[in-house]
């Protein structure tokens, strides 16, 4: 198994975790932990997906949500943080967690040097007084006392923007979170007058998908929106709110905790991260929703032209056309015969 630098960086340090109870969170995408020797290791996530991995492992000690519960607090000594990508969504992260930590726990924060990881030291300096401890050649491991507790206000981190008339609220790491992204505008201009009743939104990010689909659609629809990150689902639940829209919002891998079947499927996946990654996960996605179509039911996708999936799509379902090709995006249509 390949195992990231910011893994790297804490195996080399765990001799420090010894004995203790250490709470393990941010990025975490490999299972390492019994490698690590500590009097108790918890694990909590913000990330579904990895969640449900890992979950397995730890199963009374592995955790989902954006809420830090007293399970995962008590007699804690050290909060290990593996700092993602988004510098914003970090932050966000850091101090939701921190806000339900013990004082005077120490703080360890992992990431890569590009990722934008030695912010996290004037960020920060508010509560917990920083410190470069140990470097490699392309990530940094940042140590620390936590002195005071910051308060966490899930209100104050949302951005509000408005789109063709719909109110966004997305919290930072969600994908949209500036703007509606080019694929989404392509995807929902594809919808005039929509008539199918039961949608599933695979991805659903802030849920300007779903917003757009109900606004346009000639009858009352049923919405299911799924995600694997709290905080596209939190965000989701909030853009239905904002623009008065009912909506089940859950946590799923794909269809992991779909039940029933649906008149339509739609999805932005994603192809930013993992590119390898991304094409096995929108492969499944096309493979599996024939399971979860009524005869005749619809999958609907805008895919980013770098990725072809036409003849895949014609392999499972028989059937392929391609809507709209624009800006750098194309919008795939196929029914369940």
């Not at 004995?19 to 941010?26: A, E, L, R």
């Not at 410190?131 to 104050?156: E, H, M, T, Y």
């Not at 994603?270 to 929703?289: A, D, E, G, V």
Request: aromatic content about 14%; charged content about 20%.
């Amino acid at each position: 198994m390949k195992i990231t630098e910011s893994i790297k960086i804490i195996l080399k340090n765990s001799y420090l975790f010894k004995n203790k109870n250490v709470v393990f969170s941010g990025c975490i995408k490999e299972y390492i932990f019994d490698n690590i020797l500590t009097n108790s290791t918890k694990l909590h996530f913000f990330n579904y997906h990895y969640w449900s991995i890992f979950h397995q492992f730890l199963y009374k000690n592995s955790y989902f949500g954006l809420k830090i519960n007293e399970k995962i607090t008590k007699n804690v000594n050290i909060l290990v943080y593996f700092w993602p990508k988004n510098k914003l969504n970090a932050t966000f992260q850091l101090i939701n967690l921190l806000s339900s930590m013990p004082e005077n726990i120490e703080l360890f924060i992992a990431g890569e040097n590009r990722s934008g990881v030695k912010s996290a030291i004037n960020l920060l300096k508010q509560w917990v007084s920083l410190k470069n401890f140990d470097k490699s050649r392309k990530c940094i491991l940042i140590r620390g006392l936590v002195s005071q507790k910051p308060k966490f206000f899930l209100a104050n981190f949302f951005k509000k923007y408005i789109w063709n008339s719909y109110n966004i609220k997305v919290l930072p790491g969600v994908f949209g979170f500036n703007k509606v992204d080019a694929g989404s505008i392509l995807l929902m201009s594809t919808f005039i007058g929509n008539t199918k009743k039961k949608i599933l939104d695979i991805g659903c990010g802030s849920g300007v998908l779903a917003v757009a689909i109900a606004k346009k659609s000639l009858l009352k629809v049923n919405l299911t929106l799924i995600d694997v990150n709290i905080e596209s689902l939190i965000s989701s639940k909030e853009t239905l709110k904002i623009n008065m829209i009912k909506g089940s919002v859950l946590a799923s891998n794909l269809f992991s905790r779909i039940t029933g079947k649906f008149d339509l499927i739609i999805s932005n996946p994603p192809f930013h991260n993992n590119l390898n990654t991304n094409k096995k996960t929108i492969q499944k996605l096309i493979k599996y929703s024939k399971n979860y179509l009524y005869p005749k039911g619809e999958l609907r996708l805008v895919i980013n032209n770098s990725l072809f999936y036409q003849n895949y799509i014609l392999k499972i379902f028989g059937n392929c056309k391609i809507l709209v090709n624009n800006n750098g995006y194309k919008v795939y249509q196929s029914y369940l015969e």
